[in-house]
């Protein structure tokens, strides 16, 4: 297996098989459950009804009956079912019928690509997408999102801080074509 987090340059070929890699030692059809647990720092799943939280604002969930919910309820429910793991390092997994289907990195892991000062750059570095859609608000250019069905992934270029912000693998919507 490959650990994409040790080898971050395998996320630039624009052909990947998702069966040879894995992220912080979890591989994708690796059980949720698999994911440790003190590295969870919040969770989306479908028992959630309303969520609160933001910057210096605890997380708060609750179920559809206004009970309030623990992160572990949330994380259980989430790992057991479909929802995402989000991971205190910038990292998250996506989870479906209680396995591991898609890894998303963002934040400073993606550091190994700053080097790429425009999009341009990054084009070279990985390749003509599959299919890319610019993202506007307000007559503005935020940025692209490219989708590279060979491997299942999907890049996203930061137009105002000229990055790469993000990148998942597997089964999002848009990384194996229309």
């Known amino acids: 297996m490959i650990e994409i987090l040790d080898n971050l340059d395998v996320l630039s070929q624009p052909h990947l098989d998702l069966t040879t890699?894995?992220?912080?030692?979890?591989?994708?059809?690796?059980?949720?459950?698999?994911?440790?647990?003190?590295?969870?720092?919040?969770a989306h799943s479908s028992v959630v009804a309303q969520y609160r939280g933001g910057t210096d604002i605890g997380?708060?969930?609750?179920?559809?009956?206004?009970r309030r919910l623990t992160l572990d309820e949330v994380v259980n429910h989430a790992a057991r079912s479909d929802g995402f793991l989000y991971c205190a390092d910038k990292l998250t997994y996506k989870v479906r019928a209680?396995?591991?289907?898609?890894?998303?990195?963002?934040?400073?892991?993606?550091?190994?690509?700053?080097?790429?000062?425009?999009?341009e750059e990054l084009l070279a570095a990985f390749g003509r997408p599959?299919?890319?859609?610019?993202?506007?608000?307000?007559?503005?250019?935020?940025?692209?999102?490219?989708?590279?069905?060979?491997?299942?992934?999907?890049?996203?270029?930061?137009?105002?801080?000229?990055?790469?912000?993000?990148?998942?693998?597997?089964?999002f919507e848009g990384n194996t074509g229309p």
């Not at 890699?21 to 919040?42: F, N």
């Not at 997380?59 to 206004?66: H, L, M, N, R, V």
């Not at 250019?141 to 930061?158: F, I, P, S, T």
């Open 59 to 66: 997380s708060e969930y609750y179920d559809a009956d206004g």
């Open 130 to 171: 599959d299919q890319a859609h610019e993202d506007e608000a307000y007559g503005d250019l935020m940025g692209y999102d490219n989708y590279y069905w060979g491997a299942q992934k999907h890049v996203r270029w930061d137009a105002w801080d000229h990055r790469v912000s993000l990148i998942n693998l597997g089964a």
């Open 98 to 119: 209680g396995t591991v289907v898609g890894f998303t990195i963002y934040g400073p892991h993606l550091s190994h690509f700053a080097h790429l000062t425009s999009y």
């Open 21 to 42: 890699v894995e992220m912080d030692g979890i591989a994708l059809g690796a059980p949720a459950t698999s994911v440790p647990r003190r590295s969870i720092i919040q």
